[in-house]
């Protein structure tokens, strides 16, 4: 049950805000 519709959307989730927090830092650290 881990891997089905939810694990997928999680998995999206912290993709995303993990790229978030890397744009941001790249954003700052100009």
Known sequence: M???MGGIW???V???VV???LA???Y???
Do not use: C
């Open 19 to 21: 790229l978030a927090i």
């Open 24 to 26: 941001l830092i790249k």
């Open 2 to 4: 881990g891997y089905g």
């Open 10 to 12: 999680m998995l999206l």
């Open 28 to 30: 700052l650290s100009k």
């Open 14 to 16: 912290i993709v995303l």
